[in-house]
């Protein structure tokens, strides 16, 4: 339980998490500082190498060298306090964006929107960035999640050994987006 004083920047979690305590506010953004690109990648490492076993030791690639990483931060008292999403974006072709290594905290999933909120920041700022298609290699057990989100599926495929969709995103759902990112809020508990 939180110490007194902070209480009130704190919500009870509701679904899988029930019985936590989770902040109220989460900064969805661009990664800035670097205590926050190296806690991306300390997530990114713990979902895919650890939880999913993809890679080996450390899931990072070339792509990183010219991808844009955002992060979903929590806040305490309206102050930012560790990395709890991420995602990177980066552009192929010109005007072929892509969306990769999409991961939140296990403790944060179906909270706060935050892999939702991700990837709306993940296509706005593609978008305000020129790009006329953006799409994703998505593991196929989150592809309804992605449908929901107005993303259509081009094709089935296998990756790492998975089944994956490769799919593509209506951007007339996603405004250009050239903010420092938007503020989320977790769902309570009914
Ligand atoms: C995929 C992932 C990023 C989603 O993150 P998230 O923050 O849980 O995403 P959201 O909260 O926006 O929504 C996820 C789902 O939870 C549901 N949800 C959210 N809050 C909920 C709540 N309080 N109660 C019940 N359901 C809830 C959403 O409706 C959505 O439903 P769906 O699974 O049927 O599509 C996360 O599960 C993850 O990191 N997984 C491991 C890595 C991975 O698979 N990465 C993606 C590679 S393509």
Partial sequence: MPADGVVLDWVPAGGSAAGLFLPSEYFVKPATERWERREAMRLRRTVFCGEQGLFGRDDRDAIDRSA????????????????VGTVRIHEGEPGEWQGSRLAVHPDYRRVA??????????????????????????????????????????????????????????????????????????????
Avoid: K
């Avoid at 955002?70 to 008292?77: F, G, Q």
């Avoid at 050994?161 to 007339?172: E, I, Q, S």
């Fill in 68 to 83: 844009l990483l955002l992060v979903a931060v929590s806040c305490l008292s309206g102050m930012p306090e560790q990395v």
């Fill in 113 to 190: 929107w935050l892999g939702s909120e991700l990837i709306r920041l993940a296509v706005g700022t593609a978008h305000a960035r020129g790009a006329r298609r953006f799409t994703a290699q998505v593991q196929a057990q989150n592809a309804p999640l992605f449908r929901r989100l107005h993303w259509r599926t081009l094709e089935q495929i296998e990756l790492h050994g998975r089944p994956h969709h490769r799919m593509l995103a209506d951007l007339a759902h996603y405004p250009p987006c050239d903010a420092a990112g938007f503020v989320s809020m977790p769902r309570r508990a009914a």
